[in-house]
Nanobody, 124 residues
Framework: VQLQASGGGLVQAGDSLRLACAAS????????IGWFRQALGKEREFVAA???????TYYADSVKGRFTISRDNAKNLYLQMNSLKPEDTAVYYC???????????????????WGQGTLVTVSS
């Protein structure tokens, strides 16, 4: 399984950015796929995820209403980020847990495969 994240950059507070994650090698249609982020000096944290079967979405409280996770039929994953804040600055990672269950969808350690990360910097 390979995940390739892209779309990061330097933006100003209030701007929008769209991240993309190209996924390949996935042989099943179940589990969880999502986005996580890690700010400098902090632990990696959950941002948003969806159930691969059914497409139900879940968000961290800090991004709810501003970020939208989605996917297309080609197994690509997206994160539309609106109204960006300086505190959103982090390296963003996409990850997949092919056998993940709903109760672990927000748990970093439950994900088996990770992309390389893309840096998002939001200036004030």
């Amino acid at each position: 399984v390979q995940l390739q994240a892209s779309g990061g950059g330097l933006v100003q507070a209030g701007d929008s950015l769209r991240l993309a994650c190209a996924a390949s090698g996935l042989t099943s249609s179940g589990g969880n796929i999502g986005w996580f982020r890690q700010a400098l000096g902090k632990e990696r944290e959950f941002v948003a995820a969806l159930r691969r079967s059914g497409g139900f979405t879940y968000y961290a409280d800090s991004v709810k209403g501003r970020f939208t996770i989605s996917r297309d039929n080609a197994k690509n994953l997206y994160l539309q980020m609106n109204s960006l804040k300086p505190e959103d600055t982090a390296v963003y990672y996409c990850a997949v847990a092919p056998r993940g269950i709903l109760s672990t969808i927000r748990i970093v350690s439950s994900y088996d495969y990770w992309g390389q990360g893309t840096l998002v910097t939001v200036s004030s």
